[in-house]
């Protein structure tokens, strides 16, 4: 655990990164970015917060049980949706034309339209979550073995 | 920039990929070799962005990009898939590391060997 | 039923993943319900397996486009090539999916008492069903770059439950070495596809099928995939980790981890015969891997004889018959270009390597779980320590016998079958080859003799007193491997029309599979 000073200022700059990551993943489907991007951003957040508070601290926040149940949300929101097109195709893109997401883009050049591309940023969500939960998991592991102690079961 | 040659960053990616086989067969350390699977991944990467470009091409996205040609896609989308898997290979590495060290208390690969013949 | 099969393509490979995470929520609760749900959906996934491989066999190849809106509308409206990932199921491919579905039901099944004494069954249950559908995703798969991300799911899962049993320093040294091997063939099949992708602007491989010309840059395509799927399936000289990583692992997933070398196997045959089917330089390749295959053979039961581990002792036996696969269908590479050969020996020589990986796929994993079994009562792989377990554990002694039978090519079992295809279709190619082969089989049948008598055969040891026989899930899943290979026994005409000949003439015929994605013959 560092120094008050440290602690501090994590704390408040996880904040920022959050929303950062969050920009990263939900616009993935108009700038570069999308799902793995913004996922590895935020978990860059939490590889700070354990930097700052030591890993003995952040398991007490950050426990097992929640991060495997939210990368397993993830990855069965992924698949639902793609198994939601299967009255045509798997993976079928069946919100083109809907109100949700479903706006078709003009040709050309020009300021992007955040309301298209179908389910690509819903499933860009998902794969955000299951990163996030993912890689976080992945780092504590590793600092609590560092550290002598086993991850809980 | 007429003194880089156009094909440099292949040669850069041949390189990168020689030095890493050679680390790979020769270094005796563990944590060295999983540096040169890391070092050999970059270089597949660098392979796969430098084949997509195209002369005075511009990025291939939506938003507000000058017309003209664009530079290709899919070797980016490629590379993104092998950053992700070189990730999840890394992880395992290390933690299959960290067991091997707990159990034989080194890291060197010629002493820390059990199965042999 | 129609859209069940127009869809199974898709569903084979989704089921297990959908399982997995469904398994790694439910685990969580209660693992009476996880169970159910790991044996309940590799169930189905059989049987959509079996009905898909029916549909191949009398209508033909079977093609999948992901995002369409037609599953068979390869070609958007508009364009002029394939865009989208296509799965497509050919002969093949539905052969090797046969095999991987009945392989990993019964590895599933022996799972269930034999890591019932580990903690984190449930990430064991994912790991295992995430394996199984990278397994499907190498079968089906119709592009390069597909290819290659099933390839590195199924190592990566498959790496993982090597090292599962942490508390033994050996899992981790036979599980690095796996994790390594696999991840290096994993970016040159990744370097390979960027090379081809830079010619040719496509991953698909029916598109690059129909316009690849034989620059040199293809040769070192070529040369990249070949080395990297034989790094996979253990052929010498790249085979000095095999023995390491299959014989520390948990029983069940060495027997899966034998289908997945198969899988690899499966990819090579897929990049000579049908990517490089129109231009490749069929003698000179046919013979490189016909002289590989040979020297596999010999080295791998030569380095059997004289093993004490059981488990070490039957991967050495692995390799060795990976050899006579490579042996029989090299020779009907190298005698591609001759159709008058071919229709004589080559077509048969390739039935037999084809008939050889589905016979070794049968008993292969049968006698990885009998050792698997005796290390689960004895505590021990060490066959110097074992005697007279035969008393004791009848069922796993009877299950050893039929496996060692068939893999020494004993009439009238499976393995006989096979071998005989080979033996004779590879003599009129060149002698040396079928000389070869029954050495390589009367040494197998030593070693094994050899192993039978130091751990079944003797007196009754005292401190093996408290052993009895293995748990009933073992035992099922060591008896629908048995069972399938006296199904295999009883009808091998049956099996040789129904399913081999499908499989050859489909790799033979790299025109019907471009023709399907492409709408045109080349």
């Known amino acids: 655990m560092l120094s008050k000073i440290v602690r501090t200022v994590a704390n408040q700059l996880i904040v920022f990164i959050l929303v950062f990551g969050l920009y990263v993943i939900a616009h993935g489907h108009l700038t570069p970015g999308g799902g793995f991007q913004g996922g590895a951003v935020i978990a860059s957040g939490v590889v700070m917060l354990l930097v700052a508070f030591g890993s003995k601290e952040l398991r007490k926040s950050l426990r097992e049980r929640v991060l495997t149940i939210m990368e397993s949300t993830g990855a069965l929101i992924f698949a639902a949706l793609a198994f939601a097109g299967l009255g045509t195709v798997f993976f079928y893109n069946f919100l083109v034309g809907t109100p949700v997401f479903g706006r078709i883009p003009p040709t050309g050049p020009g300021p992007g339209d955040f309301w298209t591309g179908g389910f690509v940023p819903l499933m860009n969500f998902a794969v955000g979550l299951k990163v996030v939960a993912g890689l976080s998991a992945a780092v504590l592991a590793l600092a609590l073995f560092a550290s002598g102690e086993e991850m809980e079961e | ?117 | 039923m129609a859209a069940l099969i127009t869809h199974s393509p898709i569903l084979i490979i989704a089921i297990p993943l959908v399982a997995a995470f469904l398994t790694s929520l439910i685990g969580m609760a209660s693992s009476r319900a996880r169970n159910t749900l790991v044996i309940a959906s590799l169930v189905f996934v059989a049987f959509l397996v079996f009905a898909l491989a029916r549909d191949v066999v009398i209508n033909g190849i079977r093609v999948y486009t992901l995002g369409a809106v037609s599953p068979e509308q390869t070609i958007p409206t508009g364009f002029m090539v394939p865009v989208r990932i296509i799965l497509e199921v050919d002969g093949m491919s539905a052969f090797f999916s046969i095999i991987w579905a009945i392989v990993s039901l019964a590895a599933a099944i022996y799972s269930l008492s034999h890591i019932a004494s580990e903690t984190g069954q449930t990430r064991f249950y994912t790991l295992l069903l995430l394996m199984v559908a990278g397994g499907f995703g190498m079968m089906f798969t119709g592009d390069l770059f597909n290819l290659f991300v099933f390839l590195e799911i199924a190592s990566i899962s498959g790496g993982a439950l090597i090292a599962f049993r942490t508390k033994f320093a050996d899992t981790q040294e036979g599980g690095f070495k796996y994790i390594v091997v696999s991840a290096i063939a994993g970016l040159m099949v990744l370097f390979a596809t960027g090379i081809l992708y830079a010619q040719y602007d496509s991953l698909n491989i029916a598109t690059l099928a129909q316009v690849i010309q034989y620059t040199t840059l293809d040769k070192i395509a070529l040369a990249l995939l070949l080395v990297a799927f034989a790094m996979k399936t253990g052929m010498v000289p790249l085979h000095l980790w095999f023995p390491d990583a299959y014989s520390v692992a948990p029983a069940s997933i060495t027997g899966m981890l034998v289908i997945t070398s198969h899988a690899c196997m499966y990819a090579a045959f897929r990049v000579c015969f049908t990517l490089y089917g129109r231009v490749i330089d069929s003698p000179v390749v046919g013979w490189i891997i016909i002289v590989l295959g040979l020297l596999t053979m010999f080295v791998g039961v030569t380095m059997a004889v004289f093993q004490k581990d059981v488990m070490r002792f039957m991967s050495y036996h692995a390799i060795s018959q990976l050899g006579y696969m490579w042996v029989g269908v090299g020779v009907g590479l190298a005698v591609l270009g001759n159709s008058a050969l071919l229709a004589t020996y080559g077509r048969d020589a390739m039935t037999g390597g084809i008939f050889h990986i589905l016979n070794h796929a049968m008993y292969k994993p049968l006698l990885f779980f009998t050792g698997g079994a005796l290390f689960h009562c004895t505590g021990t792989r060490d066959l110097t320590k074992m005697g007279g377990l035969a008393h004791k554990m009848k069922w796993t002694t009877i299950l050893y016998i039929i496996g060692t039978l068939s893999i020494s090519g004993i009439p009238p079992l499976n393995g006989f079958s096979s071998k005989i295809l080979i033996y004779e279709s590879a003599y009129q190619f060149h002698p040396i080859l079928t000389v070869t082969g029954i050495i390589v089989s009367i040494l197998t049948l030593a070693s094994f003799t050899k192993a039978f008598h130091s751990a079944f055969m003797g007196a009754e040891l005292p401190e093996y007193e408290m052993v009895k026989e293995v748990p009933k899930s073992m035992i099922i899943g060591m008896a629908i491997l048995a069972a399938g290979i006296v199904f295999i026994t009883l009808f091998p005409g049956q099996i040789v029309d129904w399913i081999l000949h499908p499989a050859a003439d489909a790799l033979v015929n790299h025109g019907a599979y471009i023709s399907s994605v492409t709408g045109v013959i080349p």
């Open chain 2, 1 to 117: 920039m007429e003194y880089i040659p156009l094909n440099f960053p292949f040669l850069a990616a041949a390189l990168l990929a020689g030095v890493s086989f050679y680390i790979i067969i020769f270094k005796r350390n563990l944590i060295k070799l999983i540096m040169g699977i890391a070092m050999m991944s970059s270089g597949v990467n660098l392979f796969l962005v430098a084949l997509g470009y195209r002369a005075g091409g511009n990025v291939p996205i939506y938003t507000d990009v000058p017309e003209g040609p664009m530079v290709l896609p899919v070797p980016q989308a490629l590379t993104l898939t092998s950053i992700v898997i070189n990730v999840a290979v890394l992880a395992l590495m290390l933690t299959i590391v960290i067991h091997i060290y707990r159990h034989t208390g080194s890291l060197d690969s010629e002493k820390s060997r059990r199965l042999k013949g």
